[in-house]
């Protein structure tokens, strides 16, 4: 019993350190020494303090370019965008659009194929070669402007013997064709059915005349 209070002894010495000597005897007892150290409150716990940062009154540097944050673009598949406003040119796609047979169906259901299809100078020209060019014009009422844009699909509009209801139904586009080219009048002379053209609008034979 006494080894083990003075292994105790020994062992509180090594935590606490030598006794104070100003203390008096009850307080020198490992026992008080144990119990005052379970009872000593904690330490209290500051708050840190908060420094406040002054925005700096230095005009920027140029040299420094500030960071501009992009917009994340929205992926194609979740169809919250609206990518259908978008232009697409595709010529190829727009050459088997001309050659369609029943293009006129579609250019009833949506005019705007037809001035897709005229944006391109290929299309275009195998579009003023159409055998139904005439229920397309009935569609799409600027035909012919659309399609004479392009010299080479002018003079392609103007040997094409179904194209008598088109150049009626927007004569200007024809008019200018002539003007920038005179063949496309000598072309047009020479369509079989340049007498119906200049019956439905007589202005026409007045202005070859003036460019033969």
């Keep these: ?124 020209k195998i579009l003023a070669r159409h055998p139904h060019i005439a229920r397309i014009a009935e569609a799409d009422p600027y035909v012919c402007r659309r399609i004479t844009k392009w010299p080479s699909a002018a003079r392609a509009l103007a040997a094409n013997g179904n194209a008598a209801k088109a150049i009626s139904r927007d004569p200007e586009g024809i008019y200018r064709a002539i003007k920038k080219d005179r063949s496309v009048a000598r072309i047009l002379a020479k369509n079989p059915m340049f007498d119906q053209m200049v019956y439905d609008n007589p202005d026409l034979g007045q202005y070859l005349a003036h460019f033969m």
């Design 1 to 124: 019993m006494a080894n083990s209070k003075v292994l105790v002894s020994i062992v509180v010495l090594a935590l606490f350190g030598v006794p104070n000597s100003s203390m008096g005897a009850e307080s020198d007892s490992p026992e008080v020494k144990l119990r005052n150290y379970v009872q000593t409150p904690p330490p209290s716990v500051t708050q840190p303090t908060l420094i406040q940062v002054k925005p700096s009154t230095e005009p920027p540097n140029p040299l420094i370019k500030p960071v501009v944050e992009k917009p994340i673009k929205v992926h194609f598949w979740t169809f919250s965008v609206n990518t259908l406003n978008r232009i697409r040119t595709d010529s190829t796609l727009a050459k088997r659009l001309a050659r369609y047979g029943w293009l006129e169906k579609s250019a009833e259901a949506n005019p705007a194929i037809i001035e897709a299809i005229c944006d391109h100078r290929s299309a275009a």
